[in-house]
Nanobody, 129 residues
Framework: QVQLVESGGGSVQAGGSLRLSCVAS???????????MGWFRQAPGKEREGVAT???????AYAASVKGRFTVTKDNAKNTLFLQMNNLKPEDTAMYYC????????????????????WGQGTQVTVYS
């Protein structure tokens, strides 16, 4: 059973930065680094949306709203996923979730929330003016 644990959320002023981490454990599809990984977020009353994804070869995809501000990376040796968030805006306020799914391209996975079978508990990010 795959387990994901996020950390790094908090409250920051607009324009600030945060770095989220997601530690993964367990194996379902073979080599752990072959999973497609992603970050999704959900604000109160809103649908969960894809923020950033990264596939097994390191290719990434980003939502238009965060492109140029957020960077997703992974450390396969440590089974850890990261999301560096810079120049945060109030509209970035949401619960951020780490997710993992069977291998597929990052760009295809970005808009398919239902494809990801494994989810973390989430970490809250609040950006104030």
């Amino acid at each position: 059973q795959v387990q994901l644990v996020e950390s790094g959320g908090g409250s920051v002023q607009a324009g600030g930065s945060l770095r989220l981490s997601c530690v993964a454990s367990g194996y379902t599809y073979g080599s752990r680094n072959r999973y497609v990984m992603g970050w999704f977020r959900q604000a109160p009353g809103k649908e969960r949306e894809g923020v950033a994804t990264i596939d097994s070869d390191g290719s990434t995809a980003y939502a238009a709203s965060v492109k140029g501000r957020f960077t997703v990376t992974k450390d396969n040796a440590k089974n850890t996923l990261f999301l560096q968030m810079n120049n945060l805006k109030p509209e970035d306020t949401a619960m951020y979730y780490c997710a993992a799914g069977a291998p597929m391209s990052a760009i295809d996975a970005l808009g398919v929330v239902g494809y990801f079978g494994y989810w973390g508990q989430g970490t809250q990010v609040t950006v104030y003016s």
